[in-house]
């Protein structure tokens, strides 16, 4: 059993940057891939990027890819997502998730997920 828990969510203005963190129970993640998924309000759940955990490669929705830049820290069991020149519209609960599948962009791939944590950008 994997549990997640997201941190890192506030209130920002347009343009500004936030560091969300995933922070995994599991000591050895190393079988894993690890996704970050976002839901706006009356809005499905959106598939943000995804890290391999053993090497490092990353995936990213079109969305976000130049702004949003996702990482790890084996000795932590943590995982990043680093959200840099905000948007209103990339107002949403953020949602890590782990999935033992690669390129896995949608949200019932993934097996394990963390409770999720508010981000809002203000314009």
């Known amino acids: 059993q994997v549990q997640l828990v997201e941190s890192g969510g506030g209130l920002v203005q347009a343009g500004a940057s936030l560091k969300l963190s995933c922070a995994a129970s599991q000591r050895t993640l190393s079988n894993y891939n690890m996704g970050w998924f976002r839901q706006a309000p009356g809005k499905e759940r959106e598939f943000v990027g995804v890290i391999r955990w053993s090497g490092g490669s990353t995936e990213y929705a079109d969305s976000v890819k130049g702004r949003f830049t996702i990482s790890s820290d084996s000795a932590k069991n943590t995982v990043y997502l680093q959200m840099n020149s905000l948007k209103p519209e990339d107002t949403a609960v953020y949602y890590c998730?782990?999935?033992?599948?690669?390129?896995?962009?949608?949200?019932?791939?993934?097996?394990?997920w963390g409770q999720g944590t508010q981000v809002t950008v203000s314009s």
């Open positions: 998730a782990a999935t033992p599948r690669w390129h896995a962009t949608q949200d019932y791939l993934y097996a394990y």
